[in-house]
């Protein structure tokens, strides 16, 4: 995952899983010329809507383990990682991770949709549960999208 490698590292060039905020947007912005400074501050937003960082007494803390991930040799990311993504692209996303064929889950998430009059978001986490792939925090999302 790419957002994951990019939030990795500043963690790994430190050897740390805690880093102060003006730290990481610095190793970002400054030592990587990866992103603007508002753009590194925008990545911890992201990063942490989808449970990578926790926000800490000015720190941002790793809630994954950072020497565990690879970052290839000639690394660098994409701006698009700075949008949030929807709760069906993140479930989208792990379905994809964990083998299954896009066109596919997306035409059966659709008919779940339409067969059970549901939103596509709790279709996608009832698809991605029945084929064992966990989306639990994004099923949480899907369910109190229900819930409105």
């Known amino acids: 995952m790419s957002l994951e490698v990019a939030v990795a590292v500043p963690f790994k ?10 730290e990481f947007v610095v190793a ?3 030592d990587r ?11 911890i937003d992201v990063a942490a809507g989808r449970g990578l960082l926790e926000r800490a007494d000015g720190e941002v803390v790793a809630q ?5 991930v690879t970052v290839p040799e000639e690394y660098a990311p994409d701006e698009s990682i700075l949008r949030e993504q929807s ?12 083998g299954h064929d896009k066109q596919d889950a ?14 596509v ?20 999302a899907a369910a109190e999208q229900l819930g409105e």
């Open 64 to 68: 994954f383990d950072p020497p565990s």
């Open 106 to 119: 997306v035409a059966a998430i659709n008919e779940r949709q339409r067969r059970l009059g549901i939103t």
């Open 33 to 43: 010329n990866w992103f603007s400074p508002d753009q590194a501050k925008r990545l």
């Open 87 to 98: 709760t069906f692209e993140m479930i989208l996303d792990a379905l994809v991770a964990a």
């Open 13 to 22: 060039q430190r050897g740390t899983t805690r880093l102060g905020e003006g």
């Open 121 to 140: 978001e709790a279709a996608a986490a009832l698809y991605a549960r029945r084929q064992g792939v966990d989306v639990a925090d994004a099923a949480s």
């Open 28 to 30: 970002l912005s400054l």
